[in-house]
């Protein structure tokens, strides 16, 4: 029975009384997005199986671990998207979207699933603020990318993470670097997981980012990638630290940033909060020139990053980042009686037409108790109506703050005269914000 009642391990309910902060995240990287030129992509919860193993890459931890993969009922391998580079290249592809204008920008708001081990900042179902650019080469591009990042974290008030980057090149130097990582692990194999054994002959770049504590300790001595780049490669990393100068970014260069996923090609980055714990990584993202190609689209140079949402209010709680104040209940009608009752309605229908949020007694409560409830959702003013109201034809409105009375006539001119104190006054701004 207590499973009826229990979310899943890892897993988070979103209550009302947190939707604000919520919309509030997802409504500043929407607006921060859109200014960079970015427009929002959807892509499905699922997708095939394949797609996740080949894009992400099948000896990383995410597809060799961490997938939530099912048969349908046709026999299909699904797969419950463990992020939204894929996702969104899939769709990219498919629907010919690379054939428009370039550089094409989108960004997601996605939840994500990994079957991971859940603590502070690490969830089984997340969400995640994404952004991928298609079409341009150039490090300016992933400096505006970076710079797209760093803006949002500036407008959330969050002003200490630290921005970390790194170059893991192209294929043409993983080449060398592969062959020095393979030298490295191999005279320490029987210190290796049984995965990582595996890794090696694959892919050796896959050890440097294993969650378990011993291969991790024998990777902190490895040769870095760094130290192999080819010209173009390390010419295209200063270009990038120019552009961050330019733009006044702040970086450490980190020749341990390997990132966990198989496409990355050249540049990756973190941003990392060193006050939230193990899992302080709160963006990651990079460059990978060869996924387009890789999954059948034309030769197109591709980079984003994705931000983890839980990680970030967790940041933004951390600094005491301020939030909106939530707009709470704007009038409150209560009454005593049916017909006072019936009118209450009427009032607090009409009201919401014109945007007031206006609350009456729908539970049959007594005055007292609906005064109660009037301050339980904070609302700022207040009215009654009751049987003398309606005879004399008005009723008065309470400042619930300051106390302060106003008649008003219950006829036609009670919504208008209502919407305009209650709205207006109350939030102190102008008609043509409303
Ligand atoms: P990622 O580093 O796997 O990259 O995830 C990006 C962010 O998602 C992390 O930095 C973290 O904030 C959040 N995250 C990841 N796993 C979890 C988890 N189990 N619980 C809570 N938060 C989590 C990607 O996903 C790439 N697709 C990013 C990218 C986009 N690269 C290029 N474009």
């Known amino acids: 029975m207590a499973l009826l009642t229990k979310a899943p391990r890892g897993t988070q309910d979103m209550l009302p009384a947190d939707s604000g902060r919520w919309q509030y995240l997802e409504e500043t990287a929407r607006a921060v997005a859109k200014a960079c030129g970015f427009r929002e992509i959807r892509f499905p919860t699922f997708e095939h199986t394949e797609l996740f193993a080949r894009g992400v890459g099948d000896t990383t931890d995410v597809v060799q671990k961490e997938m939530y993969t099912f048969e349908d009922k046709s026999g299909r391998s699904i797969t419950l998207r463990p992020e939204g580079t894929a996702g969104t290249v899939r769709a990219v592809i498919e629907h010919g979207l690379l054939g428009e204008a370039l550089p094409l920008k989108v960004y997601y708001l996605p939840s994500c699933f990994r079957y991971e081990k859940p603590q502070a900042g690490r969830l089984r179902e997340f969400h995640q603020f994404g952004c991928e650019m298609f079409g341009s080469k150039g490090p300016a591009s992933d400096a505006e990318v970076i ?81 192999y780049l080819c010209q173009e490669c390390a010419g295209h990393f200063e270009g990038l630290k120019a552009c961050l100068a330019a733009m006044g970014l702040a970086y450490t260069v980190n020749p341990r940033i390997v990132r966990g996923l198989d496409y990355y090609t050249r540049t990756v980055f973190e941003f990392v909060s060193q006050n939230i714990g193990a899992q302080g990584t709160v963006c990651g993202g990079g460059r990978y020139d060869g996924l387009v190609k890789m999954l059948g689209g034309p030769d197109t140079p591709a980079l984003g990053f994705a931000i983890g949402l839980e990680r970030l209010l967790l940041v933004m709680d951390q600094c005491g980042a301020a939030f909106p104040e939530e707009r709470g209940c704007d009038l409150y009608i209560g009454s005593m009686g049916e017909a006072a009752a019936l009118q209450a309605f009427q009032l607090a229908e009409a009201l919401r037409r014109e945007g007031v949020y206006a609350e009456f007694d729908s539970m049959g409560r007594s005055v007292k108790a609906q005064m109660k409830y009037a301050d339980k959702i904070g609302a700022r003013y207040s009215m009654i109506l009751g049987e003398n109201e309606l005879a004399e034809g008005t009723a008065q409105l309470k400042n619930m703050k300051t106390g302060a009375q106003t008649a008003i006539r219950l006829d036609d001119s009670a919504v208008g005269a209502l919407s305009d104190t209650v709205f207006f006054e109350g939030y102190e701004i102008t008609e043509e914000e409303h």
């Open 147 to 227: 710079g797209l990042a760093a803006q949002l974290f500036e407008e959330l008030g969050i002003g200490n993470l630290s921005l970390e980057i790194n170059s893991i090149g192209c294929p043409e130097c993983r080449a060398a670097y592969h062959k020095a990582l393979r030298e490295y692990f191999e005279a320490r194999r029987d210190q290796l997981c049984e995965t990582c054994l595996g890794r090696l002959e694959k892919n050796p770049m896959r050890i440097l980012d294993c969650k378990n504590p011993e291969c991790a300790q024998i990777a902190a001595g490895a040769p870095v990638v760094l130290d």
